[in-house]
T-cell receptor, first 113, second 112 residues
Framework: DGGITQSPKYLFRKEGQNVTLSCEQNLNHDAMYWYRQDPGQGLRLIYYSQIVNDFQKGDIAEGYSVSREKKESFPLTVTSAQKNPTAFYLC????????????FGPGTRLTVL | DAKTTQPTSMDCAEGRAANLPCNHSTISGNEYVYWYRQIHSQGPQYIIHGLKNNETNEMASLIITEDRKSSTLILPHATLRDTAVYYCIVRVGDNYGQNFVFGPGTRLSVLP
């Protein structure tokens, strides 16, 4: 099956701990994205990457970090500097950032206790 | 900021057509109109997109007005599984590649 996977679906962490969310795609897409969604709200862009070893900040990058060492993988680290980390995190990919239609993974719901 | 305006919520009877409006009065000539939907606690799902002409695929039809300032997504025979939040997004598809901006969308409830 081709697609985007995110794991785990639910994640719990203690306040002050860094946590890394996984996103993998086997669609051979160049571009990947991370969004955050709060209850009843739309999606907000955290980071995006157009190609391996390159990434750009989105609208709400503070308190987050990413890496893009492989085409298939774009992990997101939620650091202790993120003041309100509890949210639903969505990863997406597209063939390229220009002609793209973005395809989304199932999401990870992070709860910080 | 989202460049679109959508109603907060709508109801539709099962088996009837669901018509979801979107206003994008400031749309530029090179901006596409995209529609996604999100079922509760899942990732958004791409539905359809268009530039000027009406578009149809296996999921829906997209009707764009001649002045391109508004559009309507049509689900021809709504089912209970179509209950979701529907997002209308305008975006340029050029070398600069604007990011998608997801507003709050329209919550569609399909009623039995």
């Amino acid at each position: 099956d081709g697609g985007i996977t995110q794991s785990p679906k639910y994640l719990f962490r203690k306040e002050g701990q860094n946590v890394t969310l996984s996103c993998e795609q086997n669609l051979n897409h160049d571009a990947m994205y991370w969004y955050r969604q709060d209850p009843g709200q739309g999606l907000r862009l955290i980071y995006y990457s157009q190609i391996v070893n390159d990434f750009q900040k989105g609208d709400i990058a503070e308190g987050y970090s990413v890496s893009r060492e492989k085409k298939e993988s774009f992990p997101l680290t939620v650091t202790s500097a993120q003041k309100n980390p509890t949210a639903f995190y969505l990863c997406a990919s597209s063939a390229d950032r220009v002609r793209d239609t973005q395809y989304f993974g199932p999401g990870t719901r992070l709860t910080v206790l | 900021d989202a460049k679109t305006t959508q109603p907060t919520s709508m109801d539709c009877a099962e088996g009837r057509a669901a018509n979801l409006p979107c206003n994008h009065s400031t749309i530029s000539g090179n901006e596409y109109v995209y529609w996604y939907r999100q079922i509760h606690s899942q990732g958004p799902q791409y539905i359809i997109h268009g530039l000027k002409n009406n578009e149809t695929n296996e999921m829906a039809s997209l009707i764009i007005t001649e002045d391109r300032k508004s559009s309507t997504l049509i689900l021809p025979h709504a089912t209970l599984r179509d209950t979701a939040v529907y997002y209308c997004i305008v975006r340029v598809g050029d070398n600069y590649g604007q990011n998608f901006v997801f507003g709050p969308g329209t919550r569609l409830s399909v009623l039995p």
